[in-house]
């Protein structure tokens, strides 16, 4: 593709960023979901309900996917080093940090130790165990992403987390507890486990970032390096305070709102689903053969609003510091490298996903 596009790529990776779009939808989304969380205070339930679906969840969808940017470099302005004496680093570790509150369980660990080891591994099975994740001694995970495709794919290796219990040891996994409930063919039943295992690992974060910020130690890595044990304390005192202050002026609905607006788009029905749950499988290009390990989601101008340019999964893969508003622009420079059309329909991939899984990424597309 480079030798053919490269002087139309090269500048959209080299130059591009999405600084001044980006960064006020950023200021735009947190200020919104805080101040949405404060209004949650006054409302039923069931309002709270609707308006983290919309449009809480896309705020807080947004807000991920702008933070992902800065972790690639791709926020700010590339050609600066320094903004106003700050160095270009220093402003993006802190923008990744303060930018992921106000949340319920947020999006900075993940971001910090597990994206940019997916992009380095993915589709490598021997990073994608369960029980190596949990159990390894490295800083980084070796690929994030398997803490969320655990719920909803196949997946090689041993399970994991193990805690010890005096000479007892107990393996328990939420994700694939539920993943295991799946029967191929029954869409809304595997549809219904996924959600719930879902819903309810994340409810657990929440308990599990207090224990961190109590403690100072995450419990489910014991083996990484005290770095990483004090970077979890750190964000979790820091998101705890945040979320305390939130509490005391609206409620427990605060709370509420922040769960559901983070956790509502990533399951079913909602449209986003349908991007999240396959931008990972193991599709095969019938021309050729092969595997294909991401692909994106092409359902019109409206979704990719929707979703802040997440769809363009497999765009961002080729090119990851191409920044979220151009990854579009690869479809139209380079078109025989990308399926065509943008008419498809996320309830029907959402029905396939779930009527059958597939491996995670490739990762067994030889195994008959």
């Not at 001044?20 to 950023?26: F, G, K, Q, R």
């Not at 308006?51 to 940017?69: E, R, Y």
């Not at 219990?165 to 595997?190: A, D, Y």
């Not at 025989?336 to 990424?361: C, H, L, Q, T, W």
């Amino acid at each position: 593709m480079l030798e053919k596009y490269g002087d139309k790529i090269g500048p959209l990776e080299r130059d591009s960023s999405s600084h001044y779009l980006a960064l006020s939808l950023l200021i735009l989304s947190n200020a919104s979901l805080f101040a949405l969380s404060v209004l949650s205070g006054r409302l039923h339930p069931r309002q709270v309900a609707l308006m983290a679906l919309f449009p809480g969840s896309i705020l807080s969808l947004w807000t991920l996917q702008i933070l992902h940017d800065g972790l690639h470099g791709s926020l700010l302005n590339k050609r600066r080093q320094n903004f106003f004496g700050v160095k270009r680093r220093y402003l993006q570790d802190s923008l990744l940090f303060w930018g992921s509150m106000p949340s319920a369980f947020g999006y900075y660990l993940y971001l910090k130790y597990g994206h940019l080891t997916h992009h380095k591994s993915l589709g490598d099975a021997r990073s994608s165990s369960l029980k190596q994740l949990f159990e390894s001694d490295q800083i980084n995970f070796e690929d994030g992403d398997v803490l969320f495709v655990a719920h909803r794919m196949k997946l090689k290796g041993d399970v994991g987390p193990t805690f010890n219990f005096g000479e007892k040891s107990v393996t328990l996994s939420i994700s694939k507890m539920g993943f295991n409930s799946w029967n191929e063919g029954h869409t809304v039943q595997n549809a219904l486990a996924f959600a719930s295992s879902f819903m309810y690992e994340r409810f657990m974060l929440i308990i599990n970032d207090l224990v961190v910020a109590i403690t100072g130690r995450n419990y489910f890595f014991p083996n990484k390096p005290q770095q990483f044990h004090d970077e979890c304390a750190r964000y979790c005192r820091c998101a705890v305070m945040v979320r305390a202050l939130l509490w005391k002026l609206a409620g427990w609905k605060s709370m509420l709102f922040l769960y559901l607006s983070e956790t509502l788009w990533s399951i079913p029905p909602h449209p986003a689903c349908a991007m999240f749950v396959t931008n990972h499988g193991s599709s095969v290009d019938h021309a050729t053969g092969n595997c294909i390990p991401s692909s994106s989601t092409y359902a019109g101008r409206w979704y990719s609003l929707l979703t802040l340019g997440t769809n363009y999964h497999l765009e961002h893969h080729d090119f990851p510091t191409i920044p979220l508003h151009k990854l579009g622009m690869l479809r139209k420079i380079a078109p025989e490298f990308y399926r065509k059309g943008s008419s498809d329909n996320v309830f029907r991939i959402m029905a396939m996903v779930f009527a059958k899984p597939e491996f995670y990424a490739c990762m067994d597309a030889h195994v008959i």
